[in-house]
């Protein structure tokens, strides 16, 4: 059971905008602690999308946008891709645990 | 480019021990804290452990805590993760990750991982 909870599997059309949540508790996310978001493609290493929320590291396109509210945090992908197909991963750290935390992944699939 | 390089996972069995290393390269490594995160078969990813830039302190989820020990050599670049007392669920792919530049350092770039069996 992850501290922060995702679905595990959205899905969209090419061309469309999908949005995956990352919900947390008042010791990570609600805490104000940054939230990250990583995508792993298969039989990869995790690669960071979005760092502090919503910033992204150069060479990130910027269809890929990162927001937050209260306890919950999210990633957007729009004109979605065949290659955006992955695994996306939000993490945050918890006060509360005194640890990095992850949610448990959120499968990508582009019909 | 920063590159980092992962070794000595294998195949070991319960209540034994390995050595991860994972060797840096294209960053100033004594000036950044690093992060060992592990993800198990066809699972999400787990924190291990996290070492400060200087070596100074170390920090560990309680899953791993009193088994795992995390150690750098600033003068080789590299980093280090001494596994103990391994149960089945250490079961993993371990990759070594730079931490970033900020008070609370996330896990930025990461290496390719070793893969550590655990099995008898």
């Known amino acids: 059971q992850s501290v922060l909870t995702q679905p595990p599997s959205v899905s969209g059309a090419p061309g469309q905008r999908v949005t995956i949540s990352c919900t947390g508790t008042s010791s990570n996310i609600g805490a104000g602690y940054d939230v990250q978001w990583f995508q792993q493609l298969p039989r990869t290493a995790p690669k960071l999308l979005i760092y502090?929320?919503?910033n992204r590291p150069s060479g990130v396109p910027d269809r890929f946008s990162g927001s937050k509210s209260g306890t919950s945090a999210s990633l957007a992908i729009t004109g979605l891709q065949a290659e955006d197909e992955a695994d996306y991963h939000c993490q945050c750290y918890d006060s509360s645990l005194n640890a990095w935390v992850f949610g448990g992944g959120t499968k990508l699939t582009v019909l | 480019q920063v590159q980092l390089v992962e070794s000595g996972g294998g195949v070991v069995q319960p209540g034994g021990s390995l050595r991860l290393s994972c060797a840096a390269s294209?960053?100033?490594?004594?000036?950044?804290?690093m992060h060992w995160v592990r993800q198990a078969p066809g699972k999400g990813l787990e924190w291990v452990a996290f070492i400060r830039y200087d070596g100074a302190n170390q920090y560990y989820p309680d899953s791993v805590k009193g088994r795992f020990t995390i150690s750098r050599d600033n003068s080789k670049n590299t980093l280090y993760l001494q596994m103990s007392s391994l149960r089945a669920e250490d079961w993993a792919v371990y990759y070594c990750a730079k931490g970033s530049i900020s008070w609370l350092p996330h896990p930025d770039f990461w290496g390719q991982g070793t893969l550590v069996t655990v099995s008898s």
């Open positions: 502090g929320g919503s």
């Open positions: 294209g960053f100033s490594f004594s000036d950044y804290g």
